[in-house]
């Protein structure tokens, strides 16, 4: 612990004051909460490494066979950053659009419950992303912190009322994760479907040193049969429509 000195008198004409005596202990304290002054640290720590410039580092893996490497990564003495993003760049949207193409549009990835590309389990969506869902990484011991971003849509079939027709969504439910090799570190919970949506997942995890950490984002979707008239349908085909997606992390080295 640092050499400490008096800082302020604990008496006055022979009565002691309570506020000396807790300002001092509070001082002492102060050092264990962390609450450190500069002349409190000693001057070896304080080297010319600690004042070098991060390194950008580049081809950062974005897919997890190794075929994509759209990622960005800033490495640091202390900490670390890396991102990836995927941005459609001809987005449109149409009031009156067709529930088979979404009103927003063209998606990424477009998924339907009349093909085979619908999995009912957590989808890593680095199967149809090139950038954006999945960051694989070096780590120094210390924590994860970051945030995913997803961008969609889940439309489901026209109901007529008196009339009049509006798109009512679907009756399923999804859930949004992301996943730190293989453990889930952040969800949305079960979300009911309905139209355009987007998500932002914060997450922190505690991590040790790797030369590969795999980091993604996942989706969990499901839709149900109709109901009319005492009779079970299917509907018109549940959609999922996904667009813009980000995915960035930084690591606070212990």
Known sequence: MAKRYTIKEKEDKNTALNDGFNREASGVLAEFNGQLSQEMLPYETLTS??????SVVTGIYTRPDGSQTNGVGWIGQTQSYFTTFRNEGDFTWTRDGEITGGIFGPPEVALSSDSGTWQTSFVPLSIYYDSGTFL???TQEGVLKGCAQLDFEYYGYDRSVDGGTGNWGTDGRYVIAVFVNDIMVAATGLQGAGKRLTYSLPFATPI??????????RLYATFELGYSGGTAFFPDPAVINLFNAQLWVRNQYR
């Open 136 to 138: 694989r990484i070096p």
């Open 208 to 217: 040790g040193s790797s030369d590969n950490v795999d980091i993604d984002i």
């Open 49 to 54: 490494a600690f004042f070098t410039t991060p």
